[in-house]
């Protein structure tokens, strides 16, 4: 047994065409990445040696400072949206309805998850639309006489990035509530039974037996919530492009700018190697702030 | 004027050689790469005057040559393009914009220099476009030399609802006051004055450069742009423009979805009557002439320069002289390719037949072309004051900005047209950014 | 007492959850709706219901926006990238989690280290590399790039098969199965429900791209959906927006068509993955 099981070619045969193919296309050009961010210019072209000047610069840019910060705004507000939303929908989803309604309400609340970010955002652009004809929210506002809110919502410096991020919930609830709702159905029924015979409310059930149960689901949706809203681009991109001023800009959208618009490689990738190293710190807080917890 | 006749002579001399080679030896099998920002289906667009070009080139005795366009989103172009150029691989042809933005591309040896090689194709510059384009291309570029051809003839001002202004018994203004006294009227009367493009931050910035410009002079903000001449954008004449065009954006005379309007929403909302006036390049005349998009008669729209400062130092009928030829397009030839020669036999083709295709679209052109002038009446309207008025062309805000400073000008007009960035900020920041790149002597 | 408290936080809840699954799908229907709508209904009421069922939107979009081809491409793109995802994953994930060695948690680490990095900080490198390769501008570029994104499925995957029992594995073993069988006709059929999940995000990735489609590929004749349909928007969006609507509706129909059937199946795998992950 222990021989089949430790069978090294077997291993090999197994392993090996995966852990290539991944090497040479995703792990070797990162690490080109992370070599570029030495450089300035255009590969190939004229790429100069800088040394570390690139990080110098990171604490000087003023710009760079604000798309952290927007990135921040962006990982608290829609990070929290997704944990907290996705969470309540699936306690909705297996607690507050009968059994023969779940799988259509599901159903429904994994739909935004699966269209694509281009249509998504071109939806969001119309619902927030002032001019020249009211969109879907500006409608709705006139419509139940609050005509005093209606705005440009995603032309003003002071909602766009709420504008944004409400959209970015809307796309990604879905994802969370079905991860949410997936853990939800392992937890043993006789479990919840027994609570409930004992006198317990649900919502004593959900709170003492759910909750403990669900944590390493839980964790596990916050660390995919801090890597999605760290590395997110289409809805900004496409809804704002990063205004107005540098309201929506986040890291990921000012790194395409550096490397592109200003032709400064190095620099870009230098962005994105800073967002890498983010998500990376963010994800082992969270993970040992558990361990932590855990063993406490 | 124009020398038609030994244009035409040459032309003809051109297509007969053309025609000649094209029989004598079947041509090896080439692929025409185009880059450009536009879809060709779009009327207006170089690449629909590109796509022409190339249609009649291969129907011409042609047929192993094809061609194929990539359409890239104005943001995404200079992505491509560096991808491009990284892996060597730089197309035929392609957009870009004009000014400093170029300085990367050149700087990088993608492009042919027009100045120096063009003629290679068998004909000079001076053939086929008039001295005074050629000088505006000058203007534009940072080197000695020019690195791309001119896409379209523009000039940039207010067109208005001729209908609006009657029924509201307005004047077109003669003094800036009078253009706000205009816009005062308007708005009482509910109707917004003017459309703008916020969306894309230079709607905003030319505002700040036609009050500065008339206040000191065509040249002040590209002097800034460089701390040339002592001028720098903390310079009160910035600042006191910079106040102006927040002023006008706080009154509402832009209406209040600014920030999220691009230019084709802009388009649309002087179209359909809801705002009076629009300030934009004479290519919105395509969209003008497109009567499924633009119900109003081509008699009810009007076309004036912004108006000068009454007591500023340059007067008023120096502002009436300004061109402002804000056309940020520029069409460049792929260096490579161009080398390899393959291509230059239709490059030359293009080169001499590109008016006569603008013209029929209904752009206009810096080209010559052997085809007899005849312009729609909007066209004839802005033909006639690129004719008689331009004295003094001047260049756009950003033009000689270098890249970051240029994001930061357009980013922070959000701010500044919004309220919530003081033009004092708004001017620092812009300097800030020079001084970081053109250190002040 | 507490009935009556129960009953009221009850009603609460289905009207919160109603309200959600409203604004879930109400943009679906008011998408579905604009695309019979004829232009001029566009300046009327945005919640009017279309006046006619304007068919012709769609006929314009197929045509100008060329979907069938589109298609074509996208389809051949998605289901090769998708079996090789498959291979790659099912086979990795099983190495790590059910056989024995040293260095599986490291390689586990390794493989996830791709989940981390945003798609764009690989493009250039892989631009590059794909150029040396002379694949650049053909579909083969795209199935490299998209199949070799192994990590989250791996990551699932490693999930889902630690769900299997290892006795069962035992059994087929001392049955006298080499590992090759055991991996073939126990693991991978009793894995189904995993296999399904890990699917489907890798359709929904790959048909839903638009970064990765529009960098390296560039003829228009070998374009991927998204891209055609971010065209299409470009030159079309702001004018025409019956046919903008219907050429969305189009794009989106397949993954809603696949998500609708395989549904229950992603649950089970996501649960099975996901938590003993």
Redesign the interface.
């Known amino acids: 047994m222990e021989k089949v099981l430790r069978n090294r070619k077997a291993i090999l045969v197994f392993i090996l065409p995966g852990l290539l193919a991944y090497t040479c296309f995703v792990f070797y050009p990162m690490c080109q990445s992370i070599l570029f961010t030495f450089f300035e210019g255009t590969p190939n072209v004229k790429f100069d040696f800088v040394g570390l000047d690139n990080y110098k610069r990171l604490f000087t840019d003023k710009s760079f400072r604000n798309s952290f910060l927007v990135t921040m705004q962006y990982l608290l507000v829609t990070g929290t949206g997704w944990i907290i939303l996705g969470y309540g929908t699936a306690l909705l989803l297996r607690y507050g309805l009968k059994a023969k309604h779940t799988n259509t309400a599901r159903t429904i609340v994994y739909l935004p998850v699966v269209i694509p970010g281009v249509a998504a955002a071109a939806l969001w652009a119309k619902i927030f639309e002032i001019s020249p004809q009211y969109g879907l929210l500006n409608s709705l506002l006139k419509a139940i006489g609050l005509e005093s809110l209606v705005r440009p919502w995603i032309g003003t410096s002071a909602t766009a990035m709420w504008a944004v991020c409400i959209a970015e919930i809307w796309k990604g609830i879905g994802y969370y509530a079905i991860i949410f709702y997936a853990g939800l159905m392992d937890i043993p029924k006789d479990l919840e039974e027994a609570a409930s015979i004992d006198g317990a409310s649900k919502w004593q059930v959900i709170r003492h037996i759910v909750f403990p149960l669900m944590r390493p689901v839980f964790i596990m949706c916050v660390v995919l919530a801090i890597m999605n809203s760290l590395r997110v681009y289409d809805m900004p991109r496409i809804l704002t492009n990063g205004g107005p001023g540098y309201a929506t800009t986040t890291l990921s959208i000012y790194m395409y700018k550096v490397a592109f618009k200003q032709w400064k490689y190095g620099y870009g990738s230098t962005v994105a190697v800073v967002t890498l190293l983010l998500t990376v710190v963010f994800t082992s807080i969270v993970k040992r702030m558990d361990r932590k917890e855990m063993t406490e | 004027m124009r020398k038609s006749s030994k244009i035409l002579a040459a032309a003809l001399a051109a297509a007969m050689s053309l025609s000649t080679v094209a029989f004598a030896e079947s041509d090896p099998e080439y692929v025409f790469?185009v880059?450009s920002e536009?879809?060709p289906?779009?009327p207006e667009s170089e690449a629909h005057i590109i796509q022409m070009a190339l249609d009649a080139y291969i129907a011409d005795g042609h047929p192993n040559f094809s061609y194929?366009?990539?359409?890239c989103?104005q943001?995404?172009l200079?992505?491509?393009l560096?991808?491009l150029?990284?892996?060597?691989?730089v197309p035929d042809l392609f957009n870009y914009e004009d000014g400093t933005a170029m300085d990367?591309i050149v700087?990088?040896?993608?492009v042919v220099n027009v100045s120096k090689d063009f003629n290679k194709l068998g004909i000079e510059l001076t053939d086929i476009m008039p001295e005074s384009v050629i000088d505006a291309k000058h203007m534009l570029s940072n080197y000695d030399d020019i690195y791309s051809m001119p896409s379209q003839m523009t000039t940039n001002g207010l067109f208005y609802n001729k209908a609006i202004f009657e029924e509201q018994g307005l004047e077109v203004p003669t003094t800036w006051a009078e253009l706000e006294a205009v816009c005062d009227k308007l708005l009482e009367a509910g109707i917004q004055p003017i459309a703008s493009n916020?969306?894309d931050?230079w709607g905003i910035t030319r505002w700040i450069m036609l009050y500065a410009d008339r206040l000191a002079g065509a040249d002040c903000h590209q002097l800034a742009s460089r701390n040339l001449e002592g001028w720098s954008f903390r310079d009160d004449v910035f600042l006191e423009a910079a106040a102006k065009c927040q002023e006008m954006y706080q009154k509402g005379y832009m209406?209040?979805?600014?920030?999220?309007?691009?230019s084709?929403?802009q388009y649309?909302?002087f179209c359909?009557g809801?705002a009076a006036m629009i300030y934009t390049g004479s290519w919105f005349a395509v969209s003008l002439l497109d009567t499924s998009?633009n119900p109003i008669p081509q008699e009810d729209i009007g076309y004036f320069t912004p108006p000068g400062i009454e007591g500023s130092e340059m007067g008023l009928d120096y502002a009436l002289g300004l061109d402002d030829l804000s056309c940020a397009n520029a069409i460049c030839i792929g260096k490579k390719k161009f080398e390899e020669g393959t291509n230059n036999d239709f490059l030359r083709y293009l080169f001499e037949n590109i008016g006569t295709y603008q013209r029929e679209v209904g752009l206009l052109s810096p080209y010559y072309s052997e085809m007899e002038e005849s312009y729609e009446p909007v066209q004839q309207m802005l033909m006639d004051h690129l004719e008689q008025d331009s004295k003094y062309p001047t260049l756009w805000f950003e033009a000689k900005m270098d890249?970051?400073t240029q994001?930061?000008a357009q980013?922070?007009a959000?701010?500044l047209a919004?309220g919530?960035?003081t033009p004092e900020e708004y001017c620092e920041e812009l300097a800030a950014s020079v001084d970081e790149n053109y250190p002040a002597e | 007492m507490r009935w009556k408290k129960r009953n009221v936080s009850g009603i609460v809840l289905k009207a919160l959850l109603i309200c959600l699954l409203i604004t879930d799908i109400y943009p679906f229907v008011w998408m579905f709706l604009s695309s019979f709508k004829k232009n001029v209904e566009f300046s009327q009421s945005m919640f009017a219901l279309p006046g006619q069922l304007y068919f012709q939107n769609y006929i314009e979009a197929y045509r100008l926006a060329d979907i069938g081809v589109l298609f074509k491409n996208t389809v051949f793109v998605t289901f090769i990238s998708i079996a090789i995802i498959w291979f790659f994953s099912a086979t990795v994930a099983f190495a790590i989690t059910k056989m024995r060695w040293r260095l599986s948690g490291t390689v586990l680490t390794y493989v996830q280290l791709g989940m981390f990095i945003p798609a764009f900080v690989l493009l250039l490198p892989q631009f590059l590399m794909l150029q040396k390769l002379q694949l650049l501008n053909t579909l083969w570029a795209l199935i490299l790039v998209f199949s070799t994104n192994i990590s989250m499925s791996v990551y699932l995957l490693t999930g889902f098969y630690r769900a299997l029992p290892d006795e069962i594995l035992e059994a087929s073993v001392i049955d006298g199965c080499s590992i090759y069988q055991t991996f073939w006709r126990i693991a991978a059929p009793m894995s189904i429900n995993g296999y399904v999940t890990v699917i489907m995000l890798a359709f929904v990735n790959i048909w839903n791209d638009l970064l990765i489609s529009q960098t390296f590929v560039s003829s228009t004749g070998k374009r991927m959906l998204q891209v055609g349909l971010a065209a299409f928007l470009d030159a079309k969006g702001a004018r025409e927006w019956g046919p903008t609507f219907a050429a969305i509706v189009m794009s989106v129909f397949p993954t809603l068509v696949i998500y609708l059937i395989l549904n229950k199946k992603i649950i089970a795998g996501l649960s099975a993955g996901s938590i003993k992950g």
Not at chain 2, 85 to 89: K, R, T, V, W
Not at chain 2, 107 to 110: G, I, Q, R, S
Not at chain 2, 255 to 262: E, I, P, R
Request: aromatic content about 6%.
């Open positions: 790469k880059v536009q879809a289906e779009v194929e366009f990539e359409v989103d943001n995404d200079a992505s491509r560096a991808i150029i990284a892996s060597n691989d990367a700087e990088l040896d993608a916020g969306a931050g209406g209040n979805a600014y920030n999220a309007m691009s084709t929403e649309a909302a359909s809801q998009t890249a970051s994001d930061i980013y922070n959000q701010l919004e919530t960035m």
